[in-house]
């Protein structure tokens, strides 16, 4: 996730709310980098593995059933690899069909799967239409899986290298360092530290941004960048939901807490109406402890004999 004292001089950004992201020109922040940068990042070979990923974008399905509307994301041939997730059936998308000249694919969301196929195991290997434009299905992920940002599920994943076909106002620009529009996390190699990747990112991000070919920032600007765990990274709608989690677990606290309070007014309401009986067993050489095992034997069986009134009989 970078972050910078005044905006780069970028052409374009696009920001899919997968994380706390601020444009502007003053203290700007984000995690969409350019593509050019992330190639560069793969080459210092910091990472076992690296998901891209952008979006999302609705796009218009047909080919099964009426034509409907979809929320697809972009990613890299190597995103599922990276993360872990198989498929559910067929495959996943691999580093080769995000390949130039590669065949048109994309893998399915289980849920979306379910929904418009039935669970039909035949839809892979069939066709469909994106914007027009044919797609076989190579798989559907697993069914545990709900992408990587909170409350950003995707019904299609489609290789990163079809973008330029189905997005209107992809230009070749896009493709160049003052674009910024991909998000990615990876996976470090082990015997890398975090310490060392963040400081090697670190440079290049400097680097390039303040000497590259055209320059995007200066160094007053102060333009950085963090490794952060993906897990609190990218946080989707958690921000927007936190809030009202917040406010019903307060709202739960308080039905608790009236709960509790209720039960230890009915306990000492019954404790004071057996005072006299207390005082009597104590007179005749009751102990406390006796006193105090006593009351909670006759509450188990009492809390035993309720659960039996509540439970179903057998006739």
Not at 110 to 123: E, T
Not at 168 to 177: K, L
Not at 186 to 196: A, C, E, F, I, T
Request: charged share 20%.
């Amino acid at each position: 996730q970078w972050s910078a004292r005044h905006s780069p001089k970028i052409h374009s950004g696009m920001s899919g709310g997968d994380c706390d992201s601020q444009w502007g020109d003053v203290n700007p922040s984000g995690c969409s980098l350019s593509k050019p940068f992330l190639e560069d990042v793969r080459k210092l070979g910091l990472f076992s593995g690296i998901a891209e990923f952008a979006g999302a974008e609705q796009i218009t399905v047909s080919g099964k059933g009426e034509a409907h509307r979809a929320d697809a994301q972009y990613v890299s041939g190597d995103y599922f690899q990276t993360l872990g997730v198989g498929a559910a059936v067929g495959r996943v998308l691999t580093p080769n069909d995000d390949l130039p000249g590669s065949a048109a694919v994309v893998e399915l969301q289980y849920g979306y799967w379910m929904r418009v196929f039935g669970g039909d195991p035949s839809a892979v290997g069939k066709t469909i239409h994106l914007n027009g434009l044919p797609f076989t299905i190579a798989g559907v992920a697993e069914k545990r899986f709900t992408y990587l940002t909170p409350g950003a599920v995707r019904d299609i994943s489609v290789p990163m290298i079809q973008r330029r076909y189905l997005w209107s106002r992809w230009s070749a620009a896009q493709e160049d360092a003052g674009s910024w529009w991909m998000v990615a996390v990876g996976r470090l190699k082990p015997g890398v530290s975090p310490q060392s990747a963040q400081s090697q990112v670190s440079a290049l991000f400097a680097n390039e941004l303040m000497h590259g070919d055209k320059p995007l920032s200066k160094p007053e600007d102060a333009p950085a960048i963090a490794l952060l765990p993906a897990q609190t990274a990218l946080a989707g709608v958690r921000r927007e939901m936190s809030a009202m989690l917040y406010a019903l677990m307060l709202a739960v606290a308080i039905v608790l807490a009236i709960g509790c309070a209720n039960v230890a007014g009915l306990q000492l309401a019954r404790a004071g109406a057996r005072r006299r009986e207390i005082a009597i067993r104590q007179a005749v050489g009751a102990a406390r402890s006796r006193l105090v095992r006593q009351l909670l034997t006759e509450s188990i069986r009492s809390e035993e004999h309720t659960s039996e009134l509540q439970s179903p009989c057998n006739l």
